[in-house]
């Protein structure tokens, strides 16, 4: 059986800077994220607040699908995000539970 992986969003407000990345262990990299851990884009710019995510069950789907949101517009990621998280909450607790 495969390890499951995640493709997911952060946003650093809503409507403003967006990330989309993919891990195989969730938690562990959105604290990551949280917490600064390493230089890099979402350190840079503040942008911690998980607003969507995606599992698979298939490493090499997951890329796909993270490489075609890495391409999206701003508006179709938006869209994406509004269906799952409307009012744009951190959904860090969510997935801690």
């Not at 230089?39 to 840079?44: E, N, P, R, V």
């Not at 942008?47 to 949101?69: C, G, S, W």
Request: hydrophobic share 35%; aromatic share 14%.
């Amino acid at each position: 059986m495969e390890k499951q992986c995640y493709v997911y969003i952060l946003a650093k407000a809503r409507n403003s800077t967006f990330y989309v990345g993919m891990t195989s262990d969730l938690q562990k990299r959105i604290w990551e994220h949280k917490n600064s851990v390493a230089d890099g884009f979402t350190k840079k710019y503040d942008v911690k607040n998980l607003v969507y995510y995606e599992i698979f069950n298939d490493p090499e789907n997951a890329i796909l699908r993270e490489k075609r949101l890495k391409k999206w517009n701003r508006t179709w990621k938006m869209r994406v995000i509004e269906e799952m998280n409307p009012d744009w909450k951190d959904l860090y607790e969510e997935i801690c539970k």
